[in-house]
């Protein structure tokens, strides 16, 4: 029961990533929990949720799906305020990577940017919504030259579709996953200028307005994320916005369909999230010819790394674009599978987050103390700014038994709850999809078996033995 079967999990290599993502986690402990009846677990209650919502019917579902509760109101604060405190923090941070420490434990440049930012910052926007349209670092450079919120000096083409965004991506996602040094300060602060200076130029050129929504990746992946938000915003008068508790993504439920690029999109953030966590299994360490417990660094598996991104990607879009033909056929409805799977793209999103949470969830909670630590004394001048300059980091809580089954504990929850809230997104985009319940509900058979997959292997690939 601690151990998926050798061949399901070749089959599963070979046929289908999966969400999961994690960096430095530790799992040793883990497999002394009883795994397998997690798995069973978590997998049933995902299931439970597709069967449930088969049986309701569509009225109520929608009628419960509509319940909003409005809040309260809030001033709007000017974006270029907003971005130009982005943009300060961000040279202040960039700044540390080029004359502080070369260490990238000491220096605050890399735990800021992998763990507090691409982590944290993607975690605290699914609570409280889009924050990065509001604190990018672009808007208020723009507006010095009067160029925020106009049309381009040229336009986007709109047959390029989300190419640039898929393209920036990929190089990111390289970069960080495969890239021999990812963590050296100074290395990644000219990465993180180049990106910066890159879409000012493509802002300024195509508009500020088309280049975030279709080219500028973080803009149009952080705006996902952050539609997952109970909390939704509506403009109320010029100054103000109202805030409307609703149903975790509800946003996104009736949303325009991607085009094939935008879906693409979505399936390569997956993907490398996945390939993040099982290129650290001794499985994927194995199949490569590569003794796990003698690890000879990433310089000597950067090509087999960037085959495996590749074909991760690939088989994802493959498993993806099949799933909802499939679902579309049983439906009697395969001449709109394309557009189907425009709309339906939208409920991998919560299954991406669950899987970032749990996945990192020991990540942010040894390098969120190095981050605090880093802070206090950014440029290695002796300084001690917030008074954390002389903490240790303890990484105690991962040497008990009590604390490792509060992290898989709250690991399997978090990824369950994300399958769970997947699987009711799509019951409710199929419904606007297909002319009938019946349809609807025979379209998504073959993803609800996809998604209790997914949840078996994610909580799987967090017990197996890692580097």
């Keep these: 029961m601690r151990r998926l079967p050798a061949a399901a999990i070749t089959l599963l290599f070979l046929t289908a990533p999966t969400f999961a993502q994690a960096h430095g986690t530790e799992g040793g402990l883990v497999l002394l929990l009883p795994t397998g009846y997690y798995l069973l677990g978590a997998g049933l209650a995902v299931a439970a949720s597709f069967l449930l919502l088969a049986f309701v019917t569509a009225q109520e579902t929608e009628r419960v799906a509509a319940m909003r509760l409005r809040l309260f ?32 434990v000491v220096n605050p440049l890399p735990t800021m940017i992998w763990t507090i930012w691409w982590v944290c910052f993607t ?84 508009g500020e ?101 590749i074909g991760m990607f690939a088989a994802m879009s493959a498993l993806y674009l099949g799933t909802v033909a499939l679902g579309c056929r ?21 299954i991406a987050l669950a899987f970032q949470a749990a996945h990192y969830l020991t990540s942010v909670l040894v390098d969120g103390q190095n981050a605090l630590i880093a802070l206090s004394d950014p440029y290695s001048l002796g300084w001690n700014l917030f008074g954390t300059a002389g903490w ?27 399958h769970i809230t997947g699987i009711v997104m799509a019951h409710l985009i199929a419904l606007r999809i297909f002319d009938t319940p019946r349809q609807a509900v025979a379209s998504q058979i073959p993803l609800a078996a996809l998604m209790v997959f997914y949840t078996a292997f994610g909580l799987w690939l967090l017990a197996t033995p890692r580097i």
Excluded: C
Aim: no cysteine.
């Design 73 to 104: 109101t809030v001033p709007d604060v000017p974006r270029e305020i907003t971005s130009a405190i982005g943009f300060f923090f961000l040279a202040f941070l960039v700044f540390a990577g080029i004359v502080g420490s070369r260490d990238p």
């Design 123 to 206: 975690l605290f926007q699914a609570v409280v919504g889009p924050l990065w349209h509001h604190f990018n670092p672009w808007t208020a450079i723009l507006a010095l030259f009067g160029r925020n919120n106009r049309e381009g000096l040229l336009k986007l083409p709109v047959r390029a579709g989300y190419r640039i965004a898929v393209l920036q991506f990929a190089v990111f996602a390289w970069f960080e996953l495969i890239y021999v040094a990812p963590s050296d300060p100074l290395r990644l602060a000219i990465a993180v200028i180049a990106f910066w200076a890159f879409n000012l130029a493509g802002a300024f050129i195509f």
């Design 209 to 309: 307005k088309d280049w975030m929504a279709r080219a500028e990746p973080f803009s149009i992946f952080f705006g996902l994320i952050g539609r997952l938000s109970p909390f939704h915003r509506e403009p109320i008068g010029e100054k103000r916005t109202g805030v409307v508790l609703t149903w975790p993504g509800m946003t996104l439920i009736s949303a325009n369909a991607l085009p094939l690029t935008g879906v693409f999109f979505i399936l390569l953030t997956l993907s490398t999230v996945s390939f993040d966590g099982l290129s650290r299994t001794f499985l994927w360490l194995g199949s490569i010819h590569v003794n796990p417990l003698e690890f000879p660094g990433r310089s000597d598996v950067e090509t087999s790394g960037t085959s495996g991104l």
């Design 330 to 350: 049983l439906a009697g409805r395969s001449d709109i599978w394309l557009a189907a799977s425009g709309r339906l793209i939208y409920s991998l999103v919560p």
């Design 392 to 418: 240790h980091t303890t990484t105690s809580f991962l040497n008990t038994m009590s604390g490792v089954s509060l992290i898989f504990n709250t690991q399997t929850l978090v990824i369950a709850l994300g």
